[in-house]
């Protein structure tokens, strides 16, 4: 079993930073790719940005040049450093990641339970 656990989330004006955190436990062999999602309400889920294992990096064009992914192969972890939050930046931040339970094993898709960040108007 593989857990996902989001933190870092909050309160903060416009203009200001987060940095959000994603930590994968339980029985981890390999981490493919990673990434960050995010639902405002009412809206679809999309994509923040991703990583790969070795650091490959991609972003949604809102976010290009404001928020930074990250991610630490020792500890199994992720970051989202998000700077020049806006308004619109406001919703349910996901953590998403590729594992397999052993080198044999099939890289399945596996999700954290979100952390909300609101940016208020």
């Known amino acids: 079993q593989v857990q996902l656990v989001e933190s870092g989330g909050g309160l903060v004006q416009a203009g200001g930073s987060l940095r959000l955190s994603c930590a994968a436990s339980?029985?981890?062999?390999?981490?493919?790719?990673m990434g960050w999602y995010r639902q405002a309400p009412g809206k679809q889920r999309e994509l923040v940005a991703t990583i790969t294992s070795s650091s490959g990096t991609n972003y949604a064009d809102s976010v290009k040049g404001r928020f930074t992914i990250s991610r630490d192969n020792a500890k199994n972890t992720m970051y989202l450093q998000m700077n020049s939050l806006k308004p619109e930046d406001t919703a349910v931040y996901y953590c998403?990641?590729?594992?397999?339970?052993?080198?044999?094993?099939?890289?399945?898709?596996?999700w954290g339970q979100g952390t909300q960040v609101t940016v208020p108007s």
């Open positions: 998403q990641a590729f594992v397999a339970t052993s080198p044999t094993m099939t890289f399945l898709s596996y």
């Open positions: 339980g029985v981890i062999s390999s981490i493919k790719v």
